[in-house]
Every structure is written in C-alpha cells, then in structure tokens.
C-alpha cells in the first residue's frame, strides 16, 4: 500500500484532456492517457466551437484511467481524500446555462473564435481604446467570454433570454463537481468583462452589453477551496468529499507546471497557439501601447505577462492534415497523427532545404492577430510570398516554422519592452517542442533579439498544465508551503543548441536577417 496524499491535475485543452497525478514534492506519481479526438466545429467565417458534453466526458474518462492505474499500484480512496484536486480548461472557453446550470447550446465558444469582431470595434468605439483598457486592463479581443455572449444575444436572442448565466467550461465543470458556481480570477480575467486592476466584474462594461454582473461566477483565488467533490466516484474513481480547487487558466497553469513562478523565468508555449507567459511583480497596464499584451493575476502575489500568437501549432496541424488527405473536422488522435506522419519526418524534410537561400516566408495570422507591433486586427489571415516552381513540402514546412517562429520572436521583443521585465531563462513546452527543428529555430530567433537568454526544454514526461493544477490543489490544501520550490523540482535539458544546419551564431545571424526581411514585407 502506497501512502501520502495525492495531487490530482485536469488539464482539458483544445486538442485533448489529461490528468496526472503528483505527490506534495511535486514528482509524478502516474498520469492518464491523453483522451482527445473532439474536433472544432464552425457554421460560419471566424466561427470556432467543440461539443460541451465531449469535453465532459473526457474529463471523466481521464479521471478514469488515473484512478485505476493508482489503485492498481496500492493507493486507495484515503490518498485521494488526503489529497486535492483542481482542473484547467481552455481559457476564454464559453456557456451560457438557465438558471439550474444546464447549458443551452450543446457547443461551447472557443478562445480562437472571431465572429465577434465587429462587436469589439462597437465597445472601442464607445469608450475608446484606453478607457477600455482602464475598465478590464486588457485589450479587448473577439476570443474573450464578452463577446461570445453578444454574439449569441444577437444571432440566438430567444435562447438568450432563457440564460441566466454566463460562464467558462471551468465554472461549469467545477459547478458539477460541488455544486459552487465560481470562477478563479486567472480566467476571469480573460474575459473582457472583469476589471483585473480591482479583483471584481465591471459594472461598467456590465452595463454596456446589457449583460447583469449577476451573470457572472463568484470570483475567487486559484488556491481558494471550490467545495468537496460528490457524485462521480462510480464513473470517475474520484471519491465523494475529495476537494476542489479554483485552478488558474491553462497558459498560466501550463507555466506553474514548468516551474515558472518567479519574475525573470518564462514558459513558452509550444500548442495549439504560440504563447509567451512572463511572472511579473505587478499587473502591467499598457494603456500608450494599444494593449499589446495582456496581464492577469497570478500565484503568490505576482501577476504574469500572456502574449499570444493564435495560429502556431494549428498552421502545423493543419498542414500535416492536409498531406494526410483529412477532410476540415475529421477527427484523428495526436496518436494517430503521430503515426501516420511524425513531426520528425517533416523536421527531415525542412533540415535538407538550403536555410539560406529559402526565401519562402509565410505569414500564418490564419486566425488574426492578438499581439502585435501595429494593434490587434482579428481579421487578418495567413498569406505566402515567394512561391516558385521547385517549391517544395521541405519548403512549405521551413516556410511555415519560420511564419510561427517570426511571430513569437515579435512577441518576445513587445514583452521585453516593457519595464521591469527579464526574459532569460524559458522553458519550451507544448507538443511543438517535440520538434527539434522548432525548438532551434525559435532559439536562434530568441537569441537573435537577446543574446543573454537561454532555452531549455522539459524532459519527456514532465510539467504541463494537469502538474500546475496539482500544485496549485496542494498550495491551496496546505499539503505545499514553498511553491516556487516544489514547482522547480522538475527536470530541463540542456540548453538549445542553434548549430543546425548552420553554426550557432551564423543560424543566429541568419534568422535576425530574415525576421527583419519578414517584419518589412508585411509592414510590421
């Protein structure tokens, strides 16, 4: 019999769900396997949606999988009851239910839909820009939870009526696990609705879209105990009266479970977007800058920097799909995927193009842009320049990585601007630093900007979202008193190296060269 509570992390991302769970020194004890397979639906141009009860079940299923493979190695429900559990769900990730909780829709509203556009342009133009940014202290962007809900109070006003509260696949699940309707401030945040600089729903902006501050979920911290969990234990494991609770939104969750959580470190995020998450002291308010980036509440005390580049690992998806023949929305596992066309036989074929003279370049905006040099603008879309006869699939990919890479490297320069902020020591997660090919062109651009920073990767099997979400279960439950700690207690690699296929500072050398050629021909 194993003894000694157990962590228990939920992270449900676009791709797929996850949970893991940890012991209170932050080491893996076991994880579930990856559960996924749910596609994104869309009725329209900008339109992004997946089914609210798919997620669910999986959830569930994940929850499934641990549970058994912890009992089969001698834990038993006492290790989970001395335990603690929070979940992480795709930020921004909207529902809208009647007054008992039950969703009225069947699909949920993705953080990457931009239908909403033209109702941002509305707020902007009411308030102007800089107030806006004074009322939530983040520009405001389609993606977020606001607009989701005048989108739908538009096209579906009969079904609106009949809503009585709006809400974020977390709030949901975790109304479902403890009957608590509540919400950790990190998601809060994302929403355009809440004023992060007061810790509270804005009245203001309430009053603006005709939507009662009332419809919101409580607001509480992301260590804030939910309630006791109840009536799952026969489909999950998961045993009456375990604890919940508040969790954080999946970039910074992802970053609590790498081991960012000090001012000066950073995680990169390498998914199904290009993600920068940057601890800082204090919240920063970019009214002079336009709202390049956004800055939520953090964990103990600090708030952190979230840059986003919407379209990286989905340009790379949906490039290795259409090799693959698969028809918009049909639905293939990573596993699958994985199988049929490895990341490392498209890294074979950009690494025998010749990197200096590649002159293809790609912008893959395919989902707008959220942070950048000119402002935000959802309606731009992916553009090629450079096409030739010869081009080549080593080509397009090269083209491709370095369209995604470029955007982060313009990222990183925004963020660094900023006052006070370091950004020297990142840390790669995501499925996208499975590439190595990615992971050093994205250096040589790094240190193309910095040539102080340096990258590591985690090693296999370690951080993520579900291991921040354990963390921050255990900091709540007193089971961690030294976050910082326990979530450092993680193994990196060594630092990229950039010596492929040029040497380190000519790979270096080259990507400054052409990020700057990208940044002119798209008029940065």
Not at 56 to 82: E, F, P, S
Not at 185 to 211: H, L, M, P, Q, R
Not at 237 to 249: A, H, K, S, V
Request: charged content about 15%; hydrophobic content about 40%.
């Amino acid at each position: 019999m194993n003894t000694g509570p157990v962590l228990v992390g939920v992270d449900s991302g676009t791709s797929g769900t996850k949970a893991v769970a940890y012991d209170s020194n932050g080491k893996l004890i076991i994880e579930s396997d990856p559960i996924g397979g749910y596609a994104i639906l869309g009725d329209g141009i900008g339109s992004s949606e997946q089914l609210t009860e798919q997620i669910w079940q999986a959830v569930k299923k994940a929850l499934r999988d641990l549970t058994n493979k912890l009992y089969k190695m001698g834990y038993t429900r006492d290790n989970l009851l001395a335990g603690a559990m929070a979940i992480t769900v795709q930020m921004h990730t909207s529902v809208f239910t009647d007054e008992s909780h039950q969703p009225l829709r069947d699909r949920v509203i993705l953080w990457n839909n931009t239908a909403g556009s033209d109702i941002v342009s509305e707020m902007i133009k009411q308030f102007g820009l800089a107030r806006v940014i004074e009322m939530t202290n983040n520009h405001p962007a389609p993606g977020y939870s606001l607009f989701h809900s005048l989108l739908v109070k538009r096209s579906q006003p009969d079904l609106f009526q009949q809503a009585r509260h709006v809400t974020l696949l977390n709030s949901l699940f975790g109304y479902r696990l403890t009957g608590r309707f509540c919400l950790n401030y990190n998601d809060a945040a994302g929403t355009s609705a809440f004023d992060v600089a007061k810790n509270c729903w804005s009245a203001e902006v309430a009053d603006w879209a005709g939507i009662p501050v009332e419809f919101w979920p409580e607001v509480i911290s992301p260590n804030e105990l939910v309630g006791e969990i109840w009536g799952i234990e026969e489909e999950t494991g998961i045993p009456d009266g375990m604890r919940l609770y508040g969790g954080l939104g999946d970039c910074a969750a992802g970053a609590a479970g790498c081991g960012v959580t000090k001012p000066g470190q950073v995680c990169a995020i390498l998914g199904t977007a290009g993600i920068f998450v940057v601890p800082t002291s204090s919240l920063v308010v970019d009214t002079e800058g336009g709202g390049r980036v956004q800055s939520y509440g953090y964990i103990n005390g600090l708030s952190h920097l979230l840059s986003t580049n919407l379209s990286a690992g989905a340009c790379i998806e949906q490039f290795r799909r259409m090799l693959l023949r698969l028809q918009p929305g049909e639905e293939i596992s990573e596993t699958e995927l994985n199988t049929r066309l490895p990341l490392s036989e498209l890294d074979q074929l950009a690494m025998a193009v010749n990197f200096e003279k590649h002159n293809l370049i790609i912008d893959c905006r395919y989902a707008g842009e959220r942070t950048g040099q000119n402002g935000w603008n959802p309606e731009l879309r992916g553009r090629w320049l450079g096409l030739t006869p010869t081009t080549s699939a080593g080509d397009v990919f090269l083209g491709l990585l370095l369209g995604v890479v470029f955007q982060q490297m313009l990222h990183y320069e925004i963020c660094l601007s900023y006052q006070g902020v370091t950004m020297n020591d990142v840390t790669l997660m995501g499925g996208g630093s499975k590439s190595l090919f990615y992971s050093r062109l994205l250096t040589a651009g790094l240190k193309a900007i910095n040539p102080k920073v340096i990258v590591r990767p985690l090693v296999a099997g370690q951080g993520g979202g579900g291991r921040g979400m354990a963390l921050v279960a255990g900091l709540g439950a007193g089971l961690i008193t030294d976050l910082p700690a326990v979530a450092g207690n993680i193994e990196r690699g060594e630092p990229i190296n950039t010596s492929h296929p040029l040497s380190a500072q000519d790979m270096i050398d080259s990507m400054g060269v052409k990020y700057r050629r990208f940044m002119r021909h798209y008029q940065y």
